[in-house]
């Protein structure tokens, strides 16, 4: 209640708390249930690649010839490939290099694009209409396609890999931020930083890019899950992620086609685990999309 | 009908009725009774409207004022009802026409609404839809109510058109919404709330985003329809003038609750409560000078998720005693007068005006050594690429300006939306770079400075921008957003700047541990200080101030004035103050510079150019802009131009003012009248006076 004495010419009112991190966890719980079970299989999928060694007694690159193709039983979860491996044990460390994959290309990309994005808006004019042609000229290739010329450039392996997917991740984070850094720029703490004398990186840096932190996050999650599937496309191509490494992709490729009447478990398992994957990154980003939307507005 | 007996017996029906339409009005179109609407958010309940009650009359127009969120639009939106969904109506009746709009089916709504209440809401911008033809959002409701066929109905939104005073209506039938301007759009609206006959119209804010002449062009219109087809009208808006010159009655909200209602000449003339009282006396007035500090009214609206207990107002109240802790209940204190203070009886006595409060404010010394700003026919065009094949147009947005500004004195630059008085102070920020002509600050000439030039310049010249909401970067703290300039320009070494933030925000008069705080933590008042800050940060010596105060409410605006003159005062600063609003800078300027279409037309001191306008376009302006005060608009003559800003693209012949001029010759659409002195440094760009 305002009661106390005030010196003229101030103001008394409630302060509004800044809420805790676990109080706006609850609050987007709460609001976005279908997003709160995408981020649990967010959360579930990092404690699974983090714990790896721990969740499983077997080494997911051990043959086993005396179990080759067992069926699910209580031996082996999810039953065995054509080399014996356990397939549980493949999966979760498949965890490891879907992450790693998904996270890493889609922060350099999408950071990246942030500032490209942002530095486009801020400066307009000739400079940004040459760089939004030279993105539109990415984004003609799709996603794919564009991730095969890398691959075939470079060659396979877990960094060429990264290095190809981040690439085409660039222009479309670059062409999002960018819409929001447009409408940024013509906000008037923009023009007070512009009449302060700062310069023009301090005004990107500090001033623009904060402000474009909730279309940025939303499109880090959402390429989170586009670079997992690209992953497991290019390994299943053959041009990613090389045998003996587990990752789902390559899983797929080994005993999908050959056994797929005979051992369906080879198939199914590491498909579901990129399904459920990508539709979790999926699910959690839309919420988190919808979840930001008003306060941007605001 | 049956209605009536009821609301005789209550104190609230009936008897207030204004002297001069009292004769003509029997039964009132509208009673409200008891009426509190309540929010649910997810901080708690919200309660927007609280035990209100009043009455229309047939022909009356009558005003509901109140700042921003005392539940002034959540009440008219409710006899609509229009409220959003997480909105609940607690208590009260509606009785309109003898039937409790609360009570109709939502089908019974539908019909009522549109047909016999209709409503006109602020942004005529956006309340129109873009994608149909005018002449089909005017015969919409005659088809759905009316049941009129398509030549009825046709010839019956060009008789409506006619009738809001829109020229050649039959071709503008076939036109969209952006073809119009934002003055004939209001007009289409009106169009359209009155294409049924109602009997009751709701205008929320009709003009608040409509220029000064335009805005007396629509209220005339308004004030004369209601007259002449007997139409009741309802005014929600915070413009007391507008008050003081249409409304016939006014009930003053705060807090969800009305504190005051009667008529204009006993509300303006005999206010009874100390909030209406003092939202009086915060509002500068074009018919006083800069003399006068304004007496606002400390602190801000309560948070209506944790009102303050018994009267509302309490906590800024200057005579509040142990029993407001009370709720003082509405009683009449005269005839049709009644106010809600347990005090409204002493106040004539206790608040004396123009007490010891009221010091006046001298003038800083005049500048000896020259003006610190001299523009010198600067000039701003701004390239319209029309296409391939297309030449290049061209906007004159700013048009060979020469203005200079001492130090110490404020300058104030009026004119009306499009006339380039802001992009004139984006020029002078070099925000903008000039097309042509000389800025000189402090005698360098800026118009062509380096940005190693500009930046030593930077310190010196600061901005205060309009949208408190805008102008500080949400993710940065009030302590690093007034901070960071000087640490930028390493004004002072790091360890000293936080006392030094702490120094500044007592200075525009906030709390030194609002530091910490994000903008968004703090109100619209409390935001614009803390912009003053920052601009205050670098110890500039002259400040462009782009619509300072626009944007809050009236005795927000007041707080801000007082600061900004008192700072003058204190650090000799000088300001170019752009605005639209004449009250206000008649208040604080020196001296007064009017715009029109990039030109001046018209330059002088102050006192002299309010007393003494030269310029048939300052003259208009002038006539345009209401007095808070009902015995002085109701003799004032009415002058109003007709006709609307011409495209800064297509600017006319000669004289821009000329298609607009009352006293327009033949000649003046040929030359172009250069600024003459009149008097001493008054200064008119006009050929026939």
Same mark, same amino acid.
């Given at each position: 209640?305002?009661?106390?004495?005030?010196?003229?010419?101030t103001?008394?009112?409630?302060?509004?708390?800044?809420?805790?991190?676990?109080?706006?966890?609850?609050?987007?719980?709460?609001?976005?249930?279908?997003?709160?079970?995408?981020?649990?299989?967010?959360?579930?999928?990092?404690?699974m690649?983090?714990?790896?060694?721990?969740?499983?007694?077997?080494?997911?690159?051990?043959?086993?010839?005396?179990?080759?193709?067992?069926?699910?039983?209580?031996?082996?979860?999810?039953?065995?490939?054509?080399?014996?491996?356990?397939?549980?044990?493949?999966?979760?460390y498949?965890?490891?290099?879907?992450?790693?994959?998904?996270?890493v290309?889609?922060?350099?990309?999408?950071?990246?694009?942030l500032?490209?994005?942002?530095?486009?808006?801020?400066?307009?004019?000739?400079?940004?209409?040459?760089?939004?042609?030279?993105?539109?000229?990415?984004?003609?290739?799709?996603?794919?396609?564009?991730?095969?010329a890398?691959?075939?450039?470079?060659?396979?392996?877990?960094?060429?890999v990264?290095?190809?997917?981040?690439?085409?991740?660039?222009?479309?984070?670059?062409?999002?931020?960018?819409?929001?850094?447009?409408?940024?720029?013509?906000?008037?703490?923009?023009?007070?930083?512009?009449?302060?004398?700062?310069?023009?990186?301090?005004?990107?840096?500090?001033?623009?890019?904060?402000?474009?932190?909730?279309?940025?996050?939303?499109?880090?999650?959402?390429?989170?899950?586009?670079?997992?599937?690209?992953?497991?496309?290019?390994?299943?191509?053959?041009?990613g992620?090389?045998?003996?490494?587990?990752?789902?992709?390559?899983?797929?490729r080994?005993?999908?086609?050959?056994?797929?009447?005979?051992?369906?478990?080879?198939?199914?398992?590491?498909?579901?685990?990129?399904?459920?994957?990508?539709?979790?990154?999926?699910?959690?980003?839309?919420?988190?999309?919808?979840?930001?939307?008003?306060?941007?507005?605001? | 009908?049956?209605?009536?007996?009821?609301?005789?017996?209550?104190?609230?029906?009936?008897?207030?009725?204004?002297?001069?339409?009292?004769?003509?009005?029997?039964?009132?179109?509208?009673e409200?009774?008891?009426?509190?609407?309540?929010?649910?958010?997810?901080?708690?309940l919200?309660?927007?409207?609280?035990?209100?009650?009043?009455?229309?009359?047939?022909?009356?127009?009558?005003?509901?004022?109140?700042?921003?969120?005392?539940?002034k639009?959540?009440s008219?939106?409710?006899?609509?009802?229009?409220?959003?969904?997480?909105?609940?109506?607690?208590?009260?009746?509606?009785?309109?026409?003898?039937?409790?709009?609360?009570k109709?089916?939502?089908?019974?709504?539908?019909?009522?609404?549109?047909?016999?209440?209709?409503?006109?809401?602020?942004?005529?911008?956006?309340?129109?839809?873009?994608?149909?033809?005018?002449?089909?959002?005017?015969?919409?409701?005659?088809?759905?109510?009316?049941?009129?066929?398509?030549?009825?109905?046709?010839?019956?939104?060009?008789?409506?058109?006619?009738?809001?005073?829109?020229?050649?209506?039959?071709?503008?039938?076939?036109?969209?919404?952006?073809?119009?301007?934002?003055?004939?759009?209001?007009?289409?609206?009106?169009?359209?709330?009155?294409?049924?006959?109602?009997?009751?119209?709701?205008?929320?804010?009709?003009?608040? #985003?409509?220029?000064?002449?335009?805005?007396?062009?629509?209220?005339?219109?308004?004030?004369?329809?209601s007259?002449?087809?007997?139409?009741?009208?309802?005014?929600?808006?915070?413009?007391?003038?507008?008050?003081?010159?249409?409304?016939?009655?006014?009930?003053?909200?705060y807090?969800?609750?009305?504190?005051?209602?009667?008529?204009a000449?006993?509300?303006?003339?005999?206010?009874?409560?100390?909030?209406?009282?003092?939202?009086?006396?915060?509002?500068?007035?074009?018919?006083?000078?800069?003399?006068?500090?304004?007496?606002?009214?400390?602190?801000?609206?309560?948070?209506?998720?944790?009102?303050?207990?018994?009267?509302?107002?309490?906590?800024?109240?200057?005579?509040?005693?142990?029993?407001?802790?009370?709720?003082?209940?509405?009683?009449?204190?005269?005839?049709?007068?009644?106010?809600?203070?347990?005090?409204? #009886?002493?106040?004539?006595?206790?608040?004396?005006?123009?007490?010891?409060?009221?010091?006046?404010?001298?003038?800083v010394?005049?500048?000896?050594?020259?003006?610190?700003?001299?523009?010198?026919?600067?000039?701003?065009?701004?390239?319209?690429?029309?296409?391939?094949?297309?030449?290049?147009?061209?906007?004159?947005?700013?048009?060979?300006?020469?203005?200079?500004?001492?130090?110490?004195?404020?300058?104030?630059?009026?004119?009306?939306?499009?006339?380039?008085?802001?992009?004139?102070?984006?020029?002078?920020?070099?925000?903008?770079?000039?097309?042509?002509?000389?800025?000189?600050?402090?005698?360098?000439?800026?118009?062509?400075?380096?940005?190693?030039?500009?930046?030593?310049?930077?310190?010196?010249?600061?901005?205060?921008?309009?949208?408190?909401?805008?102008?500080?970067?949400?993710?940065?703290?009030?302590?690093?957003?007034?901070?960071?300039?000087?640490?930028?320009?390493?004004?002072?070494?790091?360890?000293?700047?936080?006392?030094?933030? #702490?120094?500044?925000?007592?200075?525009?008069?906030?709390?030194?541990?609002?530091?910490?705080?994000?903008?968004?933590?703090?109100?619209?008042?409390?935001?614009?200080?803390?912009?003053?800050?920052?601009?205050?940060?670098?110890?500039?010596?002259?400040?462009?101030?782009?619509?300072?105060?626009?944007?809050?409410?009236?005795?927000?605006?007041?707080?801000?004035?007082?600061?900004l003159?008192?700072?003058?005062?204190?650090?000799?600063?000088?300001?170019?103050?752009?605005?639209?609003?004449?009250?206000?800078?008649?208040?604080?300027?020196?001296?007064?510079?009017?715009?029109?279409?990039?030109?001046?037309?018209?330059?002088?001191? #102050?006192?002299?150019?309010?007393?003494?306008?030269?310029?048939?376009?300052?003259?208009?302006?002038?006539?345009?802009?209401?007095?808070?005060?009902?015995?002085?608009?109701r003799?004032?003559?009415?002058?109003?131009?007709?006709?609307?800003?011409?495209?800064?693209l297509?600017?006319?012949?000669?004289?821009?003012?000329?298609?607009?001029?009352?006293?327009?010759?033949?000649?003046?659409?040929?030359?172009?009248?250069?600024?003459?002195?009149?008097?001493?440094?008054?200064?008119?760009?006009?050929?026939e006076?």
């Open positions: 209640m305002a009661t106390e004495t005030v010196s003229p010419g103001i008394v009112e409630d302060i509004p708390r800044k809420p805790t991190l676990l109080g706006t966890i609850g609050s987007f719980c709460r609001g976005n249930p279908l997003g709160a079970f995408g981020g649990f299989i967010v959360v579930t999928m990092c404690v690649a983090i714990f790896a060694p721990l969740l499983t007694s077997y080494d997911p690159t051990a043959n086993d010839f005396g179990a080759m193709l067992a069926a699910p039983d209580w031996e082996h979860w999810l039953g065995t490939d054509q080399f014996g491996r356990d397939l549980l044990s493949r999966i979760i498949g965890a490891r290099t879907a992450l790693l994959v998904g996270f290309s889609s922060f350099i990309g999408c950071f990246l694009g500032i490209l994005g942002v530095t486009s808006a801020y400066f307009g004019g000739r400079f940004d209409l040459l760089f939004q042609r030279v993105m539109d000229v990415f984004m003609a290739f799709p996603l794919i396609i564009l991730a095969l890398v691959v075939a450039i470079f060659g396979t392996g877990v960094t060429n990264i290095i190809a997917i981040t690439i085409p991740v660039i222009p479309r984070a670059a062409r999002i931020v960018r819409a929001s850094a447009l409408a940024i720029r013509e906000m008037p703490y923009v023009d007070a930083a512009r009449a302060n004398g700062f310069s023009n990186s301090r005004i990107i840096f500090r001033h623009m890019m904060p402000n474009v932190m909730a279309p940025f996050l939303i499109i880090l999650t959402a390429q989170v899950g586009q670079a997992i599937l690209i992953e497991a496309s290019l390994s299943y191509l053959g041009l992620v090389q045998e003996p490494v587990p990752a789902w992709g390559l899983m797929l080994g005993g999908a086609q050959e056994y797929a009447e005979s051992a369906p478990w080879v198939a199914i398992f590491p498909g579901l685990a990129i399904t459920l994957a990508v539709f979790g990154f999926n699910l959690f980003g839309d919420s988190l999309r919808d979840w930001l939307d008003p306060k941007m507005k605001t | 009908m049956q209605t009536t007996a009821e609301g005789a017996t209550k104190s609230l029906s009936g008897e207030v009725l204004s002297s001069h339409t009292a004769a003509k009005m029997g039964k009132p179109v509208l409200i009774e008891n009426l509190s609407v309540q929010f649910r958010s997810s901080h708690g919200v309660r927007a409207v609280e035990n209100v009650g009043y009455t229309v009359h047939p022909g009356e127009m009558v005003a509901i004022v109140g700042e921003s969120g005392s539940g639009s959540v008219a939106l409710t006899i609509m009802r229009l409220l959003a969904q997480t909105a609940e109506i607690t208590s009260g009746t509606i009785n309109f026409d003898g039937r409790d709009l609360l109709l089916s939502d089908e019974e709504m539908r019909r009522v609404r549109g047909h016999h209440v209709s409503m006109i809401f602020q942004e005529p911008m956006t309340s129109l839809n873009p994608v149909l033809k005018i002449g089909l959002q005017i015969m919409e409701p005659l088809f759905i109510h009316l049941k009129m066929s398509p030549e009825e109905a046709k010839a019956r939104a060009i008789e409506l058109l006619t009738l809001v005073g829109i020229t050649d209506p039959e071709s503008r039938l076939e036109q969209y919404p952006h073809q119009l301007s934002g003055g004939m759009r209001q007009r289409v609206m009106i169009a359209i709330g009155l294409s049924c006959n109602p009997k009751l119209l709701i205008a929320d804010e009709p003009t608040t #985003a409509l220029d000064v002449t335009i805005q007396a062009q629509i209220l005339e219109l308004m004030k004369d329809l007259r002449r087809l007997d139409i009741a009208i309802i005014i929600i808006t915070h413009n007391l003038g507008i008050v003081a010159r249409y409304a016939d009655r006014v009930n003053v909200m807090a969800a609750r009305i504190v005051e209602s009667g008529t000449e006993q509300v303006f003339g005999n206010a009874h409560h100390p909030y209406a009282r003092g939202l009086l006396s915060a509002v500068p007035r074009l018919d006083r000078g800069r003399a006068m500090r304004l007496q606002t009214i400390e602190g801000a609206p309560p948070n209506l998720l944790k009102p303050p207990e018994g009267c509302r107002f309490r906590p800024r109240c200057r005579f509040a005693i142990d029993k407001c802790s009370v709720s003082p209940p509405l009683v009449e204190v005269e005839k049709g007068h009644r106010a809600a203070c347990h005090r409204s #009886a002493d106040l004539e006595k206790i608040d004396k005006p123009a007490a010891a409060s009221h010091e006046a404010i001298h003038a010394a005049d500048g000896v050594t020259g003006p610190i700003l001299q523009l010198k026919d600067v000039t701003k065009f701004f390239p319209i690429s029309g296409g391939l094949f297309q030449p290049k147009k061209l906007v004159r947005a700013v048009n060979k300006v020469t203005l200079d500004i001492a130090p110490g004195e404020t300058l104030g630059l009026v004119g009306e939306s499009g006339c380039g008085k802001s992009t004139l102070g984006r020029v002078v920020l070099r925000l903008d770079d000039p097309t042509d002509g000389k800025i000189l600050f402090e005698g360098a000439d800026l118009a062509n400075a380096g940005s190693d030039e500009m930046l030593a310049v930077r310190k010196k010249m600061q901005v205060i921008f309009q949208d408190p909401f805008s102008s500080l970067n949400p993710r940065m703290t009030v302590g690093d957003i007034i901070g960071e300039p000087m640490s930028v320009h390493k004004i002072l070494p790091k360890e000293k700047i936080h006392d030094r933030v #702490a120094e500044l925000l007592s200075l525009v008069g906030l709390h030194g541990y609002m530091a910490d705080r994000y903008p968004h933590q703090l109100s619209g008042g409390q935001r614009q200080r803390v912009g003053i800050a920052r601009a205050l940060s670098v110890n500039p010596k002259f400040i462009v101030c782009d619509e300072a105060v626009s944007a809050l409410d009236v005795s927000i605006q007041g707080q801000v004035i007082n600061l003159e008192g700072l003058q005062q204190k650090l000799g600063l000088s300001y170019l103050f752009i605005a639209h609003d004449l009250a206000v800078v008649r208040h604080i300027s020196h001296k007064v510079a009017v715009m029109y279409l990039g030109k001046i037309v018209e330059y002088a001191p #102050a006192d002299e150019l309010f007393a003494n306008p030269k310029h048939p376009y300052t003259q208009a302006l002038l006539a345009a802009a209401p007095i808070p005060d009902p015995v002085i608009e003799t004032r003559p009415r002058r109003i131009i007709t006709g609307e800003l011409p495209s800064p297509r600017p006319p012949p000669g004289c821009v003012f000329n298609p607009r001029c009352p006293i327009a010759v033949e000649n003046c659409r040929k030359e172009i009248p250069a600024l003459r002195e009149l008097g001493p440094n008054h200064w008119v760009a006009c050929s006076v």
